[in-house]
């Protein structure tokens, strides 16, 4: 059973702008922390890229501070990675989950993800 949808990914240039979207139907996704994961080329390991509680308080890795933003709109069971100028090394497939803050995933499986690929 799905419960965590990622999408917005795709081909992006150097520099660049993409919005990512994280829909669940879980009935807690409201009251948790939601974070993004990023599994980048030859990585074993999901990498956290940014996390925003509920309500509010938005934290994001040192590595896209300052080009990646995070929000969620609880209304529509969602939360959204906001990337700018974007680099090369922004190039993976990004995930979203349920997470303890800061960083810690817990509960559904990883969804497909949604990959994005940067081109110079």
């Known amino acids: 059973q799905v419960q965590l949808v990622e999408s917005g990914g795709g081909l992006v240039q150097v520099g660049g702008s993409l919005t990512l979207s994280c829909l669940s139907t879980?009935?807690?996704?409201?009251?948790?922390?939601v974070g993004w994961f990023r599994r980048t080329p030859g990585a074993n390991k999901r990498e956290w890229v940014a996390t925003i509680r509920s309500p509010g308080s938005p934290e994001v890795a040192r590595s896209v501070s300052g080009r990646f933003t995070i929000s969620r709109d609880n209304a529509k069971n969602a939360a959204y990675l906001h990337m700018n100028n974007i680099q090369p090394e922004d190039a993976g497939v990004y995930y979203c989950?349920?997470?303890?803050?800061?960083?810690?995933?817990?509960?559904?499986?990883w969804g497909q993800g949604t990959q994005v690929t940067v081109s110079s």
């Open positions: 989950a349920q997470v303890i803050p800061p960083n810690t995933p817990f509960g559904a499986s």
């Open positions: 879980i009935r807690s996704f409201k009251g948790n922390a």
